[in-house]
């Protein structure tokens, strides 16, 4: 997998390689981050999505100040497929399991995350403490993760120093950007996350 790895999605989005390494990865953050969207985006199979619209009772506690457009949450899960071409017989295929993103989900969180490899966490600056329940869960769960910041157009300018040292990041967890609207930019912060993985269970069997 150090070789160049591809966007190239299979000939057939049905076929998985009889050998291929089966990945799972866990897209977190808070609610209205841009999950559902990276995974949309990336997804070489129709994503199954488990939405429900928003209701009075719960706009108390889920916040739509930022995003006014968005009428549904997720309240289980989304599922999403992406194969990376590396040039091998038997390329890699990446299992994404986007969480909901409000605290009151935790069980469903927990119960995601069993078995993953690694997982991505989507930051939104414009409301960076919404996803510190969700950093908190991904930390404790114990597998390697890169942090994501989402550019949105209206975000402010934040340097990523700062942003680690919010969010109180280890020198060796990586802090990235992406579009999660931009299918390039969103397979770009995968490709970012399995290298972490694969280098974290490296140094872990050294």
């Not at 993760?145 to 157009?153: S, T």
Request: proline content about 8%; aromatic content about 6%.
């Amino acid at each position: 997998m150090d070789s160049a790895i591809s966007r190239t999605p299979p000939s057939s989005p049905g076929y998985v390689p009889a050998g291929s390494p089966l990945v799972k990865l866990i897209v977190a953050g808070g609610f209205g981050v841009g999950k559902t969207t990276l995974i949309q985006s990336v997804s070489e199979v129709r994503s199954l999505h488990t939405e429900e619209a928003l209701t009075a009772p719960s706009a108390l506690v889920d916040r739509v100040d930022f995003t006014p457009d968005k009428t549904s949450t997720t309240v289980s899960m989304d599922f999403g497929r992406l194969t990376l071409s590396t040039g091998a017989a038997d390329p890699p295929v990446l299992y994404l399991f986007g969480t909901p993103g409000q605290t009151r989900f935790k069980q469903v969180w927990e119960d995601l995350a069993y078995g993953a490899h690694g997982a991505l966490l989507i930051l939104d600056l414009r409301r960076p403490d919404d996803s510190y329940d969700a950093l908190d869960l991904v930390e404790r769960s114990g597998v390697p993760y890169v942090v994501a910041v989402n550019d949105f157009p209206d975000a402010p300018y934040v340097p990523d120093a700062q942003v680690r040292a919010g969010l109180d990041l280890a020198d060796h967890t990586p802090l990235i950007h992406c579009n999660a609207r931009d299918r390039n930019s969103s397979i770009d912060a995968l490709i970012a996350l399995v290298r972490h993985v694969l280098d974290t269970y490296r140094q872990d069997a050294a």
